[in-house]
């Protein structure tokens, strides 16, 4: 059975090619030959919006057949997140899996595009397990974002990743392994 992914970048000059393509590298190598990794970019990575993003994002979501992991990284897992809540999806995700993904409300990054939602458990899809996954040592986006999601997604599962940076040191195995479990 061929695991389907979307992985969504972070947001930054260069982040594409020389950041999170190391990331999805590694989801590869820890998933293994029965993977599929969807890795689009996204547009102005430099100068990135949720505006500008939102079109990318859905047409990407609209590509997925049933059973998809949704996994974003950084300013991309918050787009995503944001464009779940929004959006009626014509496919079942697996798992959303965030890594690393700033907050954007009280307690966290104020944001003009991102809405913060009380309800935000609510909008998203019924019974998909959502994992977060946040480096300890994270000096881009700290690891108390990872808390205010846990509290705003009772159903989320929080991973702390210790001694790991935003990129959790390039290495995405126990994302891998969570995957895995998803899978089966």
């Known amino acids: 059975m061929t695991i389907h992914i979307l992985f969504i970048q972070g947001g930054g000059e260069g982040t594409h090619d020389h950041w ?6 590694s989801l590869g190598r820890a998933l293994g030959a029965d993977t599929s990794i969807h890795y689009p970019r996204m547009p102005y990575e430099d100068e990135p919006s949720y505006t500008a993003w939102k079109p990318a994002l859905v047409r990407a979501l ?10 974003g990284h950084s300013l991309g897992g918050a787009f995503l997140l944001q464009v779940l809540v929004e959006a009626r999806l014509t496919f079942r995700p697996r798992a959303l899996i965030l890594i690393a993904a700033p907050f954007f409300g009280p307690g966290g990054w104020p944001g003009d595009e991102i809405a913060a939602h009380a309800d935000l458990a609510q909008r ?3 019974d998909m397990p959502v994992i977060l ?23 989320a599962v929080l991973r ?13 195995r126990s994302v891998g392994r969570e995957i895995r479990s998803l899978a089966l």
């Open 20 to 25: 999170d393509n190391k990331l999805v590298a």
């Open 62 to 71: 609209e590509s997925l057949d049933d059973g998809a992991v949704l996994v």
């Open 124 to 126: 998203l899809p019924a």
């Open 133 to 155: 996954v946040h480096g300890t040592d994270d000096e881009t986006v700290p690891y108390a974002h990872a808390e205010l999601y846990a509290r705003a997604l009772p159903q």
């Open 160 to 172: 702390p990743a210790p001694r790991r940076d935003h990129q959790l040191n390039d290495d995405l």
